[in-house]
């Protein structure tokens, strides 16, 4: 497995999961989606709408409203609990970080065509000392890795289907964002576009 250190405490695995288990992990997704239909969540304050659409599965899920952000153990609009994280992302978690406690949230992004992702650093969690796993299925992405603090220098890095990528200890608060998803570069998503799981440990 190939391991490329893009930051200290930022690690890229390029081809993570092969085709036949990014179409496993895709069928579980498909069934969360069922459950936990994705919604366009809100900027706080301003209401302005996120190109990105989202859903979680896990015992809580981060949403993003007038009121601001956080943790919450049900869909905002459903009402519904999340679904559970399926066991499949459970293993990649436990083989990737080797961390003794499992996942509590996993995020679930989708980015058609124009969406994007600004620069942020995950910090509605509580438990900064858990490593934060994403992985990435469909097409490729631009993802952009910045410092601790905002608007300094970025490396970009391309994600492509099947990449895994970790933030870890002194990597778990760089600043980070998806600058633009490639169009028709993977035949996973019959209707296109990219879906990344981030898997999380939210803390007390
Ligand atoms: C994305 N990823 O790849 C957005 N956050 O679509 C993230 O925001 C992210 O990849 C924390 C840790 C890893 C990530
Ligand atoms: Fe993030």
Redesign the pocket.
């Known amino acids: 497995m190939q391991k490329l250190r893009i930051k200290d405490g930022c690690d890229h695995y390029p081809g993570y999961l092969d085709r036949r288990v990014q179409t496993e992990l895709l069928s579980d997704i498909r069934d969360i989606i069922e459950q936990a239909p994705l919604y366009r969540p809100q900027m706080p304050r301003t209401g302005k709408p996120f190109s990105v659409m989202m859903t979680n599965c896990g015992p809580l899920g981060w949403v993003a409203d007038k009121s601001g952000y956080r943790y919450q153990p049900h869909h905002p609009e459903t009402e519904a609990n999340w679904p559970p994280i399926p066991a499949r992302l459970m293993d990649f978690w436990r083989s990737l970080t080797r961390y003794e406690s499992p996942p509590e949230a996993c995020l679930i992004?989708y980015?058609a065509a124009n969406a994007r992702?600004g620069m942020?650093r995950?910090e509605d969690e509580t438990d900064f000392n858990a490593p934060?796993v994403?992985l990435?299925l469909g097409d490729s992405?631009i993802?952009k890795i910045g410092g601790l603090t905002r608007g300094g220098p970025s490396q970009s890095v391309k994600?492509n289907s099947g990449d895994a990528?970790i933030?870890a200890g002194p990597g778990r608060m760089l600043y980070?964002g998806?600058s633009r998803v490639l169009g028709g570069t993977s035949s996973l998503l019959k209707e296109g576009g990219r879906i990344?799981l981030?898997l999380r440990r939210v803390g007390a």
């Open positions: 992004n980015y992702m942020h995950d934060i994403s990435s992405a993802f994600l990528l933030m980070h998806v990344n981030t």
